[in-house]
């Protein structure tokens, strides 16, 4: 019993989901230099494979790495509030090298930055997008995984998509722990 607890401990801290204080809030070697951010669990990069404007509904797909490690798919709805603020009610499917797979509910808030642009010879640039900032929320988990259903993990990501259409990009960075700062800056 005592070697299945250490092992467990061993587990839990490899995946930082033990409980301990994150280097943000110890202030130790290694802290995110931009903002003293907690431990990242993961890192997820999609490209936003399809949206509607007129709906907000999109689907994005990629890959996530770090203590998960595979591809992710989501749908989700842009909700506008104002003209430059929006929310969003997401849904995260995550499959890893194993094939346990996670699926999260992803909650937040963002806003449209004022896009910056270039228009030389090279032909038009310019992003549109911004910020979004929310929590990740295990709503159904699937072998080793399992043990996360109702987890919650903060989170902060940029979203882009070109002026011209195509594809956009999504970068996505899920916290160890539940992340409280602002994660999206004011105007």
Do not use: H
């Not at 399809?50 to 509904?57: C, E, I, K, R, V």
């Not at 749908?75 to 346990?100: A, W, Y």
């Not at 929590?135 to 882009?160: C, D, H, M, N, P």
Request: aromatic share 10%; proline share 7%; with cysteine.
């Amino acid at each position: 019993m005592t070697q299945r607890r250490k092992f467990l401990a061993a587990t839990l801290g490899f995946l930082g989901l033990a409980k301990k204080p994150s280097r943000a809030a110890t202030g130790g070697p290694g802290d995110n230099q931009a903002g003293g951010r907690p431990d990242l669990l993961f890192v997820q990069r999609d490209t936003v494979i399809a949206f509607d404007p007129t709906t907000g509904l999109g689907t994005q797909v990629g890959t996530t790495e770090g203590a998960i490690l595979g591809t992710s798919i989501m749908n989700f709805q842009f909700i506008p509030l104002s003209q430059t603020e929006i929310k969003f009610d997401n849904r995260t499917l995550i499959t890893d090298l194993d094939g346990d797979q996670i699926l999260f509910r992803y909650t937040g808030n963002g806003r449209f930055i004022t896009p910056l642009s270039d228009t030389s010879v090279v032909g038009k640039i310019m992003g549109i997008g911004g910020p979004l900032g929310g929590t990740y929320e295990v709503i159904q988990a699937s072998g080793k995984w399992g043990y996360l259903v109702g987890r919650k993990f903060g989170t902060r990501s940029a979203a882009t998509n070109p002026a011209n259409p195509g594809p956009g990009c999504v970068y996505v960075e899920v916290y160890r722990d539940q992340f409280q700062a602002s994660p999206v800056p004011p105007a």
